[in-house]
């Protein structure tokens, strides 16, 4: 790292680096950054923690009481087929399509992570 430091594509932060606008094209080319050099990463996880914000603020009691009791399964299964566009469903007509639980598990652990430490004010607004 202080080699890609010295040629400018990092800079020392404390005990870290961060990564400069040079190393762009690299990062791009992985696919770890797009193409305004922000990261996919990041950005993924800033629409999740948006996404769970929402879904936090009209949680039905059900899903709650699982987050609150660490059933993560439950609540992957109630993201999983009620939660749509937006807005909690009151139930679910087909079940939960068992398809996509694996690809909700960042979304479940942040809505957990929300609603056991819901007691401060919610943050709708996050850049």
Do not use: C
């Not at 790292?1 to 690299?26: R, S, T």
């Not at 050099?37 to 936090?56: G, I, P």
């Not at 639980?101 to 809505?111: D, H, N, T, Y």
């Amino acid at each position: 790292m202080d080699a890609l430091a010295a040629l400018g594509y990092a800079k020392p932060l404390g005990n870290a680096f961060i990564w400069m606008d040079k190393i762009g094209p690299a990062m791009q080319m992985s696919g770890y950054w797009d193409e305004n050099n922000l990261s996919r990463e990041e950005l993924e996880q800033r629409d999740v923690d948006l996404d769970m914000r929402n879904a936090l603020a009209s949680i039905p009691e059900d899903v709650k009481h699982a987050a609150l009791t660490d059933n993560r399964t439950a609540v992957v299964k109630a993201l999983a087929a009620r939660w749509v566009d937006g807005a909690w469903l009151p139930d679910s007509v087909d079940g939960d399509p068992w398809w996509r639980w694996a690809a909700l598990a960042p979304e479940a652990k942040r809505l957990m992570e929300l609603v056991q430490g819901a007691d401060g004010p919610l943050t709708r607004d996050v850049n």
